[in-house]
């Protein structure tokens, strides 16, 4: 079905230990983000992209970095994993609309984060 | 800056009854778009309307039906005829022009339970 994967949907990391959440969609859209969501917080911002080889921090992206090398994939890397970065993370596409916004973002299933 | 309020964390509603899901947001910027989205217990994020900012008609789909009330900076959902399945998380959400099309700020959500 086309929509937005994500994997893995569970990960179990130790403080320090660096991985990469894979994103990939297959809808064509050019824009992409990152949100991870933690209780009573709503989901939050960490990097988003306009389209390939053009990305931009969000409201938390310490600790995260991203690329954008082609339109489908946009990786999430955790650099050094911290326990504060448990958290359950979510990627998103979405095309412009004309004049401006877009047409709402397709979430993939999530990753379920731990860090100890 | 751009910013969504949702007041309500958690709401009760009889089964078959109408319901409203309140959501102010914050904006300096004549352009924008609001959202709302779904979570249900699975966690993944459904997409459910859309309202821009210089629509002349509230956006319905469905059951689904967007309060937009400009002057007072809110945008509240109301679903009627409710369902055992409408039992989910609620999110409100918004863009902006100068906030970035492509960057959508959510609110922390109302949980909404529907009774039989």
């Known amino acids: 079905n086309a929509g937005v994967t994500q994997t893995p949907k569970f990960q179990v990391l130790k403080t320090g230990q660096s991985m990469t959440l894979q994103c990939a969609q297959d809808m064509n859209h050019e824009y992409m983000s990152w949100y991870r969501q933690d209780p009573g917080m709503g989901l939050r911002l960490i990097h988003y992209s306009v389209g390939a080889g053009i990305t931009d921090q969000g409201e938390v992206p310490n600790g995260y970095n991203v690329s954008r090398s082609t339109t489908e994939d946009f990786p999430l890397r955790l650099l050094s994993a911290a326990p504060s970065q448990t958290s359950v993370y979510f990627c998103a596409s979405s095309s412009p609309r004309r004049g401006g916004s877009n047409y709402g973002y397709t979430f993939g299933s999530g990753t379920r984060l731990t860090v100890v | 800056a751009q910013k969504i309020t949702q007041t309500q964390p958690g709401m009760f509603v009889q089964e078959k009854e109408a319901v409203t899901l309140d959501c102010t947001y914050d904006t300096s910027d004549p352009s924008y778009g609001l959202f709302w989205y779904k979570q249900p217990s699975s966690g993944e994020m459904i997409f459910l309307i859309y309202?821009?900012?210089?629509?002349?008609q509230n956006a319905t789909e469905g059951r689904y039906s967007l309060n937009f009330q400009k002057a007072r900076k809110s945008a509240n959902l109301v679903i009627s005829a409710s369902q055992l399945g409408d039992s989910a998380m609620y999110f409100c959400a918004m863009t902006s022009n100068s906030g970035g099309y492509q960057k959508v700020t959510f609110g922390t959500g109302t949980k909404l339970q529907v009774i039989p």
């Open positions: 309202q821009g900012s210089y629509d002349q």
